[in-house]
């Protein structure tokens, strides 16, 4: 935002130029002002329907974890990273890039130019395990019980993972997690703050299969499903 605000710097003060008279001057100063305003007075009065706290979260992530461990927030709330003075596992602290949740973001265009979905391909899970291959239920990530139930199918080493994600940034986030996996991989869409409601983390394949293979289903707190890394550091 503050970059926004000096490119459009330089706008403002050739159209201040142009403003002849004293009242147009007067009018834009006063356009100018309302937005400050409204923003300052939402920030005060906490007006916002998308203002929302995750006190419990915050305080369950800096109780459970240490300072030097990661954690992943899928959603859009990266305030939970702050609050908690937790880093992120991965740079994309975002996640709508990931999602295709922002037109014209690269995770869309791809999508729509490749006519293809974010998914681990079949083929590598038939190569590995042929006679034990089984879909797994999309709604497995919904039941607490089932996070340890790995089938034979979903034993894949990384390289092979990561080798068959087509995506860039999601190939970069894989091998984010490869290196620092996140102790608690939070999944903010039941929330539906900002509209993520539509894209819960199990709807991608290559996070359901992550996570299937390496989290156990921990708690929920404020609409938030936490999993916890189940392997130990290194």
């Known amino acids: ?7 459009a710097a330089g706008s403002i003060d050739v159209f201040w130029d142009k403003l002849h008279t004293g009242w147009k001057k007067r009018l834009f100063v006063v356009l ?3 937005p400050a305003l409204g923003y300052t007075f939402e920030g005060i009065m906490g007006w916002s329907t998308q203002r929302k706290y995750f006190n419990d979260t915050v ?3 800096k109780e459970t974890t240490s300072n030097n461990d990661r954690i992943y927030v ?8 702050y609050e908690s003075g937790r880093d992120p596992a991965t740079t994309f602290y975002w996640s709508d890039v990931l999602a295709g949740f922002s037109p014209g973001s690269p995770s869309m265009e791809y ?14 899970i038939k190569d590995l395990h042929p006679s034990y291959y089984a879909s797994i239920d999309p709604s497995i990530l919904d039941k607490s019980n089932s996070m340890n139930r790995v089938a034979d199918s979903e034993l894949f080493s990384e390289k ?4 068959h994600i087509e995506n860039p940034f999601w190939k970069k986030v894989m091998e984010d997690f490869t290196q620092n996996p996140p102790k608690l991989f939070l999944d903010t869409s039941p929330t ?8 819960p983390a199990g709807n991608y394949e290559v996070f359901r299969r992550y996570l299937l293979l390496n989290y156990v289903y ?4 404020d609409n938030i499903v936490i999993y916890r890394y189940k392997w130990k550091s290194l």
């Open 32 to 34: 100018l002002i309302l």
């Open 192 to 199: 539906g703050i900002r509209g993520f409601g539509k894209y």
């Open 218 to 221: 921990d708690t929920t707190l």
């Open 74 to 81: 899928w959603g859009m709330l990266p305030q939970i990273y």
């Open 160 to 163: 092979e993972l990561l080798d």
């Open 59 to 61: 305080n369950y992530i």
């Open 1 to 7: 935002m503050p970059a926004l605000c000096l490119l």
């Open 111 to 124: 999508m729509i130019s490749e006519k293809k979905q974010l998914k681990m391909v079949d083929s590598i």
